[in-house]
């Protein structure tokens, strides 16, 4: 009978998770993510800027929301980074569709990407909470959205500056480096701790 109630409750618990205004947000920035995609590659450039605009200041408020009204959940500790990877990858082709000499800044910051979700999902499989995004993996996502504006616009307007281009792109992947090494450690201090709690 309590293993039962026990069952309930965890379902009831992620129901809630899922139904939280944070995590709506973080759901509507994924589905933005195809109309971006489909603006730009029609180089319906202003259209593109607004949406990944919105795509923006909606990833700032539903941060805001979760911590406000305190609806942070476990669920929304792994949809909101997977939305900002999905959208900064998507974002990131497009890019280099207009500058093809980002590509390696690009492949360096999907590598990033993709290290930290494979050290996400092991974090859960191992039962341990993921880590709250932090304000130097924000700062990094901010800097990626800004980079992306700036040269969506200078496309809208046909001005090319290489300079400033690349000087925003080694800037953004100098940040994201830093948030990955901090994030490392955090990793690696997360399994420590969870071994030595085992004994």
């Known amino acids: 009978m309590s293993s ?20 709506a947000i ?11 995609v489909a603006f730009f ?16 200041l909606s990833d700032c408020f539903d941060g805001m929301i979760a911590r406000k009204f305190h609806q942070e959940s476990e669920f929304g ?7 900002d990877k999905l959208t900064l990858l998507a974002a990131g082709v497009c890019v280099i569709m207009i500058e093809p ?8 910051m999907v590598v990033k990407d993709v ?8 974090v859960v499989k191992k039962g341990i909470i993921p880590p709250k995004s932090s304000w130097y993996g924000k700062l990094g996502t901010v800097l990626f959205y800004v980079t992306i504006g700036v040269i969506v616009l200078m496309a809208v307007f ?23 090494v901090n994030y490392a ?15």
């Open 77 to 83: 500790k792994i949809i909101d980074p997977l939305a």
């Open 185 to 199: 450690i955090i990793f690696f201090r997360l399994l420590k701790e969870k071994k030595a709690s085992e004994g």
């Open 4 to 23: 039962n109630i026990e069952s309930i409750d965890k379902k009831e618990i992620i129901t809630k998770d899922l139904l939280t205004i944070p995590n």
């Open 41 to 56: 590659v029609a180089k319906m450039y202003v259209a593109a800027t607004i949406t990944v605009a919105l795509s923006g």
């Open 26 to 36: 973080s759901f509507f920035r994924i589905i933005l993510i195809t109309p971006f």
């Open 101 to 108: 000499f980002a590509l390696p800044i690009m492949l360096l």
């Open 158 to 180: 046909n001005y090319v500056n290489k300079p400033l281009s690349i000087t925003l792109l080694v800037i953004t992947a100098a940040v994201e480096i830093f948030s990955l």
């Open 115 to 122: 290290l930290m979700i494979g050290g996400g999902v092991v």
